[in-house]
């Protein structure tokens, strides 16, 4: 098929310099001229754009850029032709709707801007990841590819925090043997938790022993609270009722054979009883104390192991709690030991209350006796002056 060249011409026309490709005899779809190559839309509005500087592409109005491709690099922009986002020789940068700088790629990393678009507030870089203040200048957080992780208050980064199998603080540190907390000065010591699951609590960085608290707790030999309680080998000691004015009063605390501290209900006013009357009950009848018998005894030598005490591994006088049991189970004070509950110890709140009654009825017959004795010896003498 031939086409005359009168009907071409129609359609590619070189006018002014201008070489120009038609749909119509009014529509150009491409023109190349002395700027360079410009590609139309069917509306007459300019598509893209090709010159010595690059290649341009824009939105349906034809005139705001949509993406640029140049010698420096590729960009895209929003819809007010402001950079959205620009690839060049040396990163990625990105931008927000105002055209301000966010992120970018640039110098081997990533980095996140401030609102301003000029300080760098994160970087993720070869060596780790790092955040800043708003100043772009002081460090606050950094992760290093060697896993550690530092946290930091101030400019003096890894001082507050580093996590690489340990932890530290100004006031604080957990590292391979234990848990470390020290003054505000970050020199003296005031709790140490070992991992050989020592404690220790101080008040003035003499830190040692199993436990101390304040330098007056140590339960490696002994437990002492500054002037006030001292344990030694089994022994409880307060220094103040020692060197001071003694008291009367009965004791409200008592440690059973199973080391438990426990508060005793000591009272005996009657404000806290009820229910007072003379002696009713069988099991509270005194009479059965005749039936409970006085041993004579020694205890274990792996119980009773302080060789030093005035009677130890000698013969002692007393009460098997299980017969006090058996005779008189109030007067009974029991422990748990494996899980069962057994009789411990005998209670003198309860049995010296018991041995007095017996003593005031055994007052009474006597008084009784002794006046009938008086009767009688007063009737003999009346009869033998007769």
């Known amino acids: 098929m031939q086409i005359a060249w009168n009907s071409i011409s129609e359609f590619i026309q070189f006018i002014n310099a201008k070489l120009q490709i038609k749909k119509d005899s009014k529509t150009v779809l491409l023109e190349l001229n002395k700027d360079g190559l410009v590609i139309f839309e069917d509306n007459g509005k300019v598509l ?39 690839l060049i020789d040396d990163g990625l940068y990105t931008y927000n709707e105002k055209g301000t700088l966010e992120t970018s790629t640039a110098n081997g990393g990533f980095h996140r801007y401030d609102s301003t678009g000029k300080n760098i507030i994160g970087k993720f870089v070869e060596d780790g990841i790092y955040l800043y203040d708003n100043t772009g200048k002081v460090t606050k957080a950094m992760i290093k590819n060697d896993g550690s992780l530092n946290i930091s ?18 006031i604080a540190k957990l590292v391979s043997d234990g848990f470390y907390l020290y003054d505000s000065t970050g020199k003296v010591t005031k709790v140490m938790l070992k991992n050989d699951g020592t404690l220790n609590v ?47 009063v009965a004791p409200n605390m008592y440690i059973s054979s199973a080391g438990n501290i426990r508060k005793s209900t000591n009272t005996s006013s009657k404000r806290y009883k009820t229910d007072i009357k ?30 030093k005490d005035e009677r130890y591994d000698r013969n002692l006088i007393g ?38 009654q017996l003593i005031q009825k055994q007052h009474k017959e006597i008084e009784d006796l002794k006046a009938e004795v008086a009767d009688i010896k007063q009737r003999i003498a009346e009869l033998e002056k007769k």
């Open 319 to 356: 009460f098997i709690a299980e017969e006090v049991e058996e005779v008189y189970p109030i007067a009974c004070d029991y422990e748990e030991h494996d899980g069962q509950r057994v009789v411990e110890n005998w209670n003198e709140k309860y049995i010296i209350p018991a041995m007095l």
């Open 153 to 170: 208050s101030d400019a003096t980064i890894g001082k507050d925090l580093h996590v690489n199998g340990y932890i530290y603080t100004d």
């Open 202 to 248: 101080a008040g003035n960085g003499t830190i040692g022993g199993d436990c101390a608290v304040n330098g007056g707790i140590s339960s490696k030999d002994s437990i002492t609270s500054g002037t006030n309680l001292f344990v030694n080998n089994g022994f409880i000691k307060s220094e103040y009722t020692y060197d001071h004015n003694e008291v009367t």
């Open 48 to 86: 893209m754009r090709l010159n010595e500087n690059g290649l341009y592409n824009y939105r349906e109005d034809g005139t705001t850029l949509n993406t640029s491709l140049t010698l420096d690099g590729m960009r895209i922009y929003n819809s007010s032709g402001i950079f959205l986002a620009k």
């Open 278 to 307: 003379d002696v009713e009950d069988e099991e509270l009848n005194a009479e059965r104390l005749y039936d409970l018998h006085v041993k004579q005894f020694k205890y274990k030598k792996d119980y009773f192991t302080n060789e």
